[in-house]
């Protein structure tokens, strides 16, 4: 337990120094190419199936139980290999991998990166900046649905990419992390409802739901409680009443949580309508226009969520220095 909680910490403080340096290969990589690998051959074969809808939702849930069950497989298969060198050795490995599982550093940068887009370049250039972190179409975009798309994505990703994350590598080190990246990478590349993964990707999308119903919650929670420390920039009131006015207001049962928050800590209007492989998609607004959004809001929705990684953050420890002692 101590081990566990050492690589907890220095995982996450490694994660906050360097993110994810793109010249080193990340596992998250190696696993969505596992899921475009079994993705393309079993939607292959389910249109070769008498009943199409029915081969797709089986090959879909295999696929589903192939990943998540290989990535613990071999992240287990790891881990004890280099703790069966020593102590300290696994440890180490266990402290890289947690470095790998969470993304708050990196969203930090992404986003930033649409921030830097706007005031140094051009609205194209902000597009461009943007559609590297949503999956929405971009090439519409006005100024202010560019920072609304990079606002959301950071509200989102708090919990997806950050609480969630850390809740699972807290309570099962990094297998159950990993196992956690995998299913929330499949429901990036299947959970679709079009034409192409209506069936096939329906496990994967609910597998995905499920996996966030009690980490989403949790991170709309210590988002009030990190805009109560954060500064006049931050409004808990309105964050704790928007979040309960429009935290069902969008079609996943988890994304509205962090996004609503979002939008009443800084007084702004999310969501709201946009487009998806050339459809458009009616979405309604979250929150409260007490103001126009703005560049800032960019770089203020990664101080909320570096401020709620820290409130979780802590709370891991203390529970888990509680545990050690008993």
């Known amino acids: 337990m101590r081990l566990h909680l050492y690589a907890l ?17 990340h596992p998250v990589a190696a696993i969505g190419k596992c899921i475009h690998f079994l993705d393309v051959r079993f939607r292959r074969a389910a249109q070769r199936a008498g009943n199409r809808q029915n081969a797709e939702l089986f090959l879909g849930a295999l696929m589903e139980l192939l990943v998540t069950a290989g990535t ?12 069966h060198l020593s102590p300290v050795v696994g440890m180490l490995a266990e402290a890289v991998m947690t470095c790998q599982i969470l993304a708050a550093r990196s969203l930090y940068d992404e986003s930033g990166k649409v921030d830097t887009a706007l005031r140094d370049g051009t609205l194209e ?3 461009k900046a943007v559609s590297m972190i949503v ?11 560019v920072i609304r798309a990079a606002v959301e994505t950071v509200a989102e990703n708090t919990s997806d990419g950050v609480i969630a994350p850390m809740l699972y590598t807290a309570l099962g080190g990094p297998v159950a992390g990993f196992v956690y990246k995998a299913i929330n990478t499949m429901d990036s590349m299947v959970g679709y409802q079009n034409d192409t993964y209506l069936y096939f990707g329906r496990v994967p999308a ?6 966030n119903f009690i980490p989403s919650r949790l991170s709309a929670l210590f988002m009030i409680a990190a805009a109560s420390v954060g500064g006049k920039q931050f409004s808990a009131r309105e964050a704790f009443r928007i979040w309960r006015r429009d935290r069902r207001k969008h079609r996943s049962p988890n994304s509205a949580q962090t996004e ?8 702004v209007r999310l969501a709201g309508p946009a487009s998806y492989f050339g459809k458009p998609v009616k979405k309604p607004w979250i929150g409260d226009a007490r103001r126009e959004i703005e560049k800032e809001d960019i770089r203020r929705a990664g101080r909320l969520m570096f401020l709620t990684e820290g409130l979780f953050f802590a709370l891991c420890a203390v529970i888990g220095l509680c545990i050690e002692m008993v």
Do not use: Q
């Open 9 to 25: 910490i220095l995982g996450t403080v490694l994660d906050l120094c360097i993110g994810d340096p793109h010249s080193i290969p």
């Open 260 to 267: 609503a928050v979002m939008a009443g800590a800084l007084g």
């Open 206 to 211: 609910r597998t995905d739901d499920a996996a």
């Open 72 to 83: 613990g497989a071999v992240v287990l298969a790891i881990l004890a290999l280099f703790y």
């Open 135 to 145: 999956g929405r179409d971009t090439a519409a975009l006005t100024e202010a649905g």
């Open 125 to 127: 250039d902000g597009r």
